[in-house]
């Protein structure tokens, strides 16, 4: 009890000090002091008693015996401390594996490198703490702990609080959030790629065929046309980026040899709006970043679908034309031709104005349609 009184006291005295260098020489010069007089008390018991560490000695009184033999050479700081902690080192390694056992069960990255990051500390206690200090675990631990942290930075980048313009958040919500990009991924994403806000008036080319392909725009606002048969008009949304935004397959020198654009694009409403991108920058930052790749990937994909829904009505109504055109090539519309004609309208969805247009461009009219002929006169 006097030994138990005289330690508290002097853990005490040091709590108490103002300076905490000198509080902890305080405690580390009386305590290892005390330590001693610890260990020769407790090898007098012994010695009287020939018990000297059995299990009824009081855990201060082992601890004690355990230190005496570095307390008893004036030892660095650093040694006396890890002597007095030795004696605990095993229960690292326990609460260690724990932690370890929550971490891998965490849905939130913060939270699960936050644990690893203890856990990872823990072992490397335990290693240091071993009779022999195990440094090359120690060592490797301390990498895995510069690891998470480096991952913790990024996920509180990502998490930190940003502001965006009205027409980033409008770009945001239609063509990146949906697909897994983060606020921060995105602005990190227009400012590696060089993001210009466009504005196109009536009849005005977006891009022209056979020019150098550097850049690729998003549809925010409008209607473009597509010189091409397949791809009519793009409007707004699903399908909206005129080319491709991303390329999963690309290699690094993909873009190292020159690019043509393949069509023309031109604004067919009062006005367009659109965002541009460099299209190198856009293959570069979303390679360096996995989560981005996988984002991108996604987009790209809804985007090919966005534009292969689109362009289906325009196949059908094409494919009409066309057969109308074999139809009525002869001058005669016989009742086979006839019923094929309207299974296929039918089935396809074909309206009536289409229907009109079609019979516009085989330079026949509704009344020869009901007689089945085309008059010689027009013929």
Same mark, same amino acid.
């Given at each position: 009890?006097?030994?138990?009184?005289?330690?508290?006291?002097?853990?005490?005295?040091?709590?108490?000090?103002?300076?905490?260098?000198?509080?902890?020489?305080?405690?580390?010069?009386?305590?290892?002091?005390?330590?001693?007089?610890?260990?020769?008390?407790?090898?007098?018991?012994?010695?009287?008693?020939? %018990?000297?560490?059995?299990?009824?000695?009081?855990?201060?009184?082992?601890?004690?015996?355990?230190?005496?033999?570095?307390?008893?050479?004036?030892?660095?700081?650093?040694?006396?401390?890890?002597?007095?902690?030795?004696?605990?080192?095993?229960?690292?390694?326990?609460?260690?594996?724990?932690?370890?056992?929550?971490?891998?069960?965490?849905?939130?990255?913060?939270?699960?490198?936050?644990?690893?990051?203890?856990?990872?500390?823990?072992?490397?206690?335990?290693?240091?703490?071993?009779?022999?200090?195990?440094?090359?675990?120690?060592?490797?631990?301390?990498?895995?702990?510069? %690891?998470?942290?480096?991952?913790?930075?990024?996920?509180?980048?990502?998490? +930190?609080?940003?502001?965006?313009?009205?027409?980033?958040?409008?770009?945001?919500?239609?063509?990146?959030?949906?697909?897994?990009?983060?606020?921060?991924?995105?602005?990190?994403?227009?400012?590696?790629?060089?993001?210009?806000?466009?504005?196109?008036?009536?009849?005005?080319?977006?891009?022209?065929?056979?020019?150098?392909?550097?850049?690729?725009?998003?549809?925010?606002?409008?209607?473009?046309?597509?010189?091409?048969?397949?791809?009519?008009?793009?409007?707004?949304?699903?399908?909206?980026?005129?080319?491709?935004?991303?390329?999963?397959?690309?290699?690094?020198?993909?873009?190292?040899?020159?690019?043509?654009?393949?069509?023309?694009?031109?604004?067919?409403?009062?006005?367009?709006?659109?965002?541009?991108?460099?299209?190198?920058?856009?293959?570069?930052?979303?390679?360096?970043?996995?989560?981005?790749?996988?984002?991108?990937?996604?987009?790209?994909?809804?985007?090919?679908?966005?534009?292969?829904?689109?362009?289906?009505? +325009?196949?059908?109504?094409?494919?009409?034309?066309?057969?109308?055109?074999?139809? +009525?090539?002869?001058?005669?519309?016989?009742?086979?031709?006839?019923?094929?004609?309207?299974?296929?309208?039918?089935?396809?969805?074909? %309206?009536?104005?289409?229907?009109?247009?079609?019979?516009?461009?085989?330079?026949?009219?509704?009344?020869?349609?009901?007689?089945?002929?085309?008059?010689?006169?027009?013929?």
């Amino acid at each position: 009890n006097c030994i138990e009184f005289l330690v508290r006291f002097t853990f005490f005295s040091a709590w108490r000090s103002d300076d905490s260098t000198t509080g902890a020489n305080f405690l580390l010069q009386t305590g290892s002091k005390m330590w001693m007089a610890c260990a020769r008390a407790a090898r007098l018991l012994g010695q009287r008693t020939g %018990s000297i560490g059995c299990d009824w000695s009081p855990p201060l009184l082992r601890r004690a015996l355990f230190c005496s033999e570095a307390a008893a050479a004036p030892p660095r700081v650093m040694e006396r401390l890890r002597c007095c902690i030795q004696p605990y080192g095993q229960y690292c390694v326990h609460v260690g594996n724990v932690i370890l056992l929550l971490a891998v069960n965490q849905t939130d990255m913060l939270s699960m490198r936050l644990m690893m990051v203890s856990a990872s500390s823990l072992g490397i206690a335990y290693n240091l703490l071993q009779p022999t200090p195990l440094f090359a675990p120690a060592l490797w631990g301390v990498f895995f702990v510069s %690891s998470h942290f480096y991952n913790i930075y990024v996920l509180l980048k990502e998490r +930190t609080h940003i502001v965006m313009s009205a027409d980033q958040e409008q770009v945001y919500s239609m063509a990146f959030m949906t697909f897994g990009f983060t606020p921060r991924q995105f602005l990190d994403l227009c400012e590696s790629a060089d993001a210009q806000w466009c504005t196109f008036s009536e009849g005005a080319d977006i891009a022209k065929k056979g020019e150098p392909l550097k850049r690729v725009h998003y549809l925010m606002e409008g209607e473009v046309s597509v010189d091409s048969d397949c791809c009519g008009k793009v409007e707004p949304g699903k399908g909206g980026w005129l080319g491709e935004f991303y390329d999963p397959n690309a290699g690094p020198d993909a873009w190292d040899r020159p690019r043509f654009k393949p069509l023309t694009e031109k604004c067919v409403s009062s006005q367009c709006r659109t965002l541009s991108l460099d299209m190198r920058g856009i293959q570069e930052t979303v390679r360096a970043n996995p989560r981005m790749a996988e984002a991108a990937t996604r987009a790209e994909v809804s985007d090919l679908w966005g534009k292969l829904h689109r362009v289906g009505p +325009t196949h059908r109504r094409q494919a009409y034309t066309s057969m109308v055109a074999v139809a +009525t090539i002869d001058g005669v519309l016989d009742s086979g031709e006839l019923r094929m004609l309207d299974q296929f309208r039918e089935s396809h969805n074909i %309206s009536d104005q289409e229907h009109l247009d079609a019979l516009q461009k085989a330079g026949w009219t509704t009344d020869d349609w009901k007689a089945g002929r085309k008059p010689k006169e027009r013929a």
